[in-house]
């Protein structure tokens, strides 16, 4: 547990800088094998140790939250002075002036950052597969041979193996995918929840930034740290919600039922030894969710990747190029991975003249609509419960065959929490082999507070 | 021939900070050059600003604000995408009227909204033809887009449309009365049997004449040849418009939702808006006609020209208002654009006061020039008058006093023999030389000159 492992820190009968130290080295030695780090920053880590630990000494990391814990961050989580890349050549060198502020509020709490983590491109794929040009694909620590999820993959995979806990961040299913490959504790909070300044886009109106763990305690140390109103995105808020709790829970239909059918079998297992009264409900808009989320998630994303054209930002080059266009264009040819590319083709075709009202405007009525609906139905019930995910993680080589429309359909059990801003968690179904599932509670909107009462009591009986 | 021109143009709102950011206008930051991972924070003052103006051009104002992205490759947008409003303007179906050739003329104002402004291109001054220089300094500036209707007539009354907007705009203080700050408008030109034709990017009312009367006559040209005017895009040099986009390689701009924005309830800001919005310019304009007993004209021009307070504060010091009005609007106005200068720019109101107070009003309207253009007091123009005076000869003080025709009346009569209207001559001399001359002097002189 983290709160123990701060109060060792504190007292000092643990060594920060001899932990930072022995973090580092593990880190570098399962980088070589499993490709979960983009960048480990030794360095930096072992400044902020030494900082640290005079702090401690002076007594000034008294009230500190998570004084000389080691973290690893999403790569697309800005830190200052250190490079921060978003999984994408096209900021291969990118040192950002300023951090997140996510980062800026661990690290008020004495985290210490010592490295990046793997990703997919700006977080666009489900296996961690989709890696920028000249990135390598994260292994699944469970299974060399097999994905360890995405896009989030590198955070999943670094918490597995080195137990620590990291910065990750999901649009449609980023931290609940990694976490129920790789058998770690994922925690997507509400949109809005968590700011998102300092957070590279990927879609502007579904990215949300939550955290990965060992377990349901620590998971919520850290979004405890990270929650609330920051002035600098206008969508957070310190919003908070309760409701009565009915003890009962709900499998969405449509999800559950394009499950493998050994997932299904496990998870009914694991909702068995939880003991609480169920029901299955179905919503028949469910099933046009993952198109609603593709939509959008690709319009926004075809803008937000707009900036990157070898200007004030990506990779420059030398012009000989005759115009700007033809410049632009080089320099994303040349930069772009091929997921990245196809993403910002059908991003830019669905907001077009013609076609925005058959797709876009389609696809944000689609939400609204799912959202409405899904309120009604949390009247009857805590949570919904389901699989993180429908199968169990691939092979590499298999999923690099996958047609993008399968490997879209998928995120089946993560995408409609994620499309309507859901707060929802991971937990482990305890598992020996690559067969790692996750077991996922979704609450409504605002009741984190709900989630973690009843993550805490199911992580309890699942163990 | 019946034309038809439609402009938006683009005011900067009159805001100390950015749209987006917390830059004062002319600096940079993560936020305006467009940063990874910076997200935008609405300048409040700015939208007060837009639901003013769009209040002054008799819209009707949106319930909430709402942003959409505009997205174009071009290097002058450092996000990739412009934020500006396209589905949910902040005002709407409005109208704006004019003086145009003593009518009265009134254009529909279809839209107002707010946008930021994209960086600055530079081609002058480089040393290779090959590159450009990007100025992201304006990135950022609040800007308000104002759209008519194509329902202006001509090159000339578009450029009353602009001249008028301008003057009315900077009445109620929205817009940055900067230099740099010039009115930008985009023109849509049609004539008879012509497609539409759009001139990108036009700086001021004289350029837009300009642009307009040269588009006018190529359109035209055109037509006079039997060709077809076709549907494009152009620039403007200065000189002539050229083709920019043909119809069919126009931009695609795929607006969505801007969605680091959330949708803001604009009651509130509303309230404040018309709360601290300044009196409507008639009712400023009959406020002080009635309390000052003065010329509606004139109330009417020194409310447009920004002159009540100058001229409330001279009225303390003194209380001949029709002729302190007068004179503001006629003389000292002349002397403002002659100078170039605003009225807080140049004298104190007082001087002004004190300048009628204690001259005629032919001198005033002389010693105010070179007040307002030296800045100089009442006090300083007065003793150096004083000085040059004593420098004249007794036929330069003559010479200066025979400009009054009253004193052109009495030599008339003297000449006949009035000798009654001599003493009156003599005290003009006197009073015109600072008694430099003896009355005998003056006597002796006169007898020589009216010999």
């Known amino acids: 547990m983290l709160k123990q492992l701060v109060e060792k820190i504190k007292s000092e009968e643990i060594d920060v800088e001899e932990l930072v130290e022995k973090k580092i080295e593990e880190a570098k030695k399962i980088n070589e094998e499993l490709n979960c780090f983009i960048t480990i920053c030794e360095d930096y880590a072992r400044k902020r140790a030494k900082e640290i630990k005079q702090k401690i000494k002076k007594g000034e990391a008294t009230n500190l939250k998570l004084v000389g814990v080691p973290f690893t961050i999403k790569d697309n989580i800005l830190t200052k002075g250190i490079r921060t890349t978003a999984g994408s050549r096209i900021l291969l060198n990118y040192i950002p002036p300023f951090s997140a502020t996510v980062v800026e509020r661990i690290e008020r709490e004495g985290a210490i950052i010592i490295g990046k983590t793997s990703m997919d491109e700006f977080g666009f794929g489900s296996f961690n597969v989709n890696v920028g040009v000249g990135f390598k694909i994260p292994k699944n620590p469970n299974d060399t041979s097999r994905v360890c999820g995405g896009s989030s993959g590198g955070s999943a995979c670094a918490t597995k193996t080195l137990e620590i806990p990291s910065l990750a961040e999901s649009t449609g299913g980023s931290i609940s995918a990694p976490s129920s490959f790789c058998g770690v504790v994922g925690l997507t909070p509400s949109y809005g929840k968590v700011s998102r300044f300092g957070l590279i886009d990927y879609a502007s109106s579904l990215d949300k930034i939550g955290t990965m763990a060992l377990n349901v305690e620590d998971s919520f140390l850290v979004y405890d740290t990270i929650k609330g109103f920051d002035e600098n995105d206008e969508t957070s808020r310190s919003e908070e919600r309760d409701s009565e709790l009915k003890k009962k829970l709900a499998i969405p239909k449509e999800a559950f039922d394009s499950c493998e059918k050994e997932i299904k079998e496990k998870f009914m297992g694991s909702l068995k ?30 803008t937000n990747l707009a900036r990157y054209k070898g200007i004030a930002f990506g990779a420059q080059e030398n012009v000989e190029e005759k115009n700007f266009r033809e410049y632009f264009t080089k320099i994303r040819s040349e930069n772009f991975g091929f997921e990245a590319k196809r993403r910002i083709l059908l991003g830019s075709f669905v907001r077009s003249v013609g076609y925005k009202g058959q797709y876009y405007y389609k696809a944000l009525a689609i939400r609204k609509k799912i959202i ?8 009857n019930f805590d949570a919904f419960v389901l699989p993180a995910m429908p199968i169990f993680p691939p092979k590499i080589e298999e999923a690099l065959s996958l047609s993008p429309e399968k490997v879209y359909a998928l995120d089946i059990c993560t995408i409609p929490w994620n499309l309507c801003g859901l707060p929802h968690i991971s937990i482990p179904i ?32 699942l163990k | 021939m019946n034309v038809k021109i439609g402009l938006e143009t683009h005011v900067t709102l009159s805001t100390k900070t950015k749209l987006f950011c917390s830059c004062k206008k002319g600096e940079v ?19 007060i600003l837009a639901i003013q103006i769009a209040k002054i051009l008799n819209c009707e104002i949106a319930d909430k604000l709402v942003f959409d992205r505009k997205s174009y490759f071009y290097p002058d947008l450092p996000k990739g995408f412009q934020i500006t409003q396209y589905h949910e303007p902040i005002g709407k179906n409005g109208y704006f009227e004019f003086e145009f050739k003593g009518q009265k003329r009134r254009i529909t104002i279809t839209r107002v909204n707010i946008e930021e402004d ?10 290779t033809e090959k590159s450009v220089l990007i100025d992201f300094s304006r990135s950022g500036n609040p800007l308000c887009e104002i759209v008519t209707a194509p329902e202006l007539r001509s090159p000339e009354e578009a450029k009353e449309y602009l001249l008028a907007l301008q003057e009315l705009l900077d009445y109620y203080e929205v817009i940055d009365a900067h230099e740099d700050a010039v009115f930008r408008s985009d023109a849509n030109v049609s004539i008879e049997n012509g497609e539409r034709v759009e001139i990108k990017n036009i700086t001021g ?44 390689e126009e931009e695609d701009y795929g607006y969505i939702q801007e969605p680091d924005i959330l949708p803001l309830n604009l009651e509130e800001l509303k309230e404040e808006a018309f709360k601290t919005m300044k009196r409507p310019i008639e009712e400023e304009v009959e406020r002080i006609a009635e309390i000052y007993k003065i010329n509606l004209h004139f109330a ?23 002729t302190l009005s007068k004179f503001l609007v006629v003389d000292f106005l002349k002397c403002l654009n002659y100078s170039k200068k605003k009225p807080n720019e140049t004298i104190k109101p007082q001087e002004v006061a004190k300048l009628l107070k204690n001259t005629n009003i032919r001198e005033a309207k002389e010693l105010i020039k070179e007040m307002v253009k030296e800045d ?52 003009e001399m006197l009073k015109q030389s600072y008694y430099k001359f003896t009355v005998n002097q003056i006597r002796k002189f006169l007898e020589e000159e009216i010999k």
């Open chain 1, 273 to 302: 030894k939880i003991g609480w009264e169920y029901e299955e409900v179905s919503i028949p808009l469910l099933k046009f969710s993952i198109q609603s989320y593709y939509i959008i998630a690709m319009a926004e994303a075809s």
């Open chain 2, 29 to 47: 930051c993560p936020i305006c050059m467009g940063f990874p991972g910076v997200k935008p924070r609405v300048n409040k003052k700015a939208v």
């Open chain 1, 430 to 461: 305890k598992e020996e082999n690559y067969k790692q599932l996750g077991f996922e509670v979704v609450c409504n909107r605002f009741e984190e507070e709900k989630l973690k009462k009843l993550s805490l009591e199911f992580e309890n009986k």
């Open chain 2, 118 to 127: 994209p960086a600055k291109i530079i081609h002058e001054n480089i040393a």
């Open chain 2, 205 to 248: 009312a004289e350029e837009l004449e300009k642009a307009l009367d040269y588009e006018i006559k190529r359109q035209s040209f055109l037509l006079s040849l039997g060709k077809k005017v076709e549907r494009e895009t152009r620039g403007f040099d200065g000189k002539v418009t050229f083709t920019l986009r043909k119809k069919e």
């Open chain 1, 372 to 379: 409405e609906e899904i309120e009604k139905l949390f009247k």
């Open chain 2, 376 to 427: 100089k007091t009442f006090e300083e123009v007065e003793s150096e008058r004083k000085q040059k005076i004593k420098q004249k000869t007794i036929e330069e003080v003559f010479e200066e006093i025979m400009k009054n025709e009253k004193v052109r009346e009495a030599i008339k009569q003297l000449k006949k023999g009035n000798k009654k209207v001599e003493n009156f001559i003599i005290g």
């Open chain 2, 300 to 322: 009417r021009i020194i409310v447009r020209k920004k002159l009540t307070e100058y001229f409330e504060e001279a009225a303390k010091y003194f209380d001949d208002y029709p």
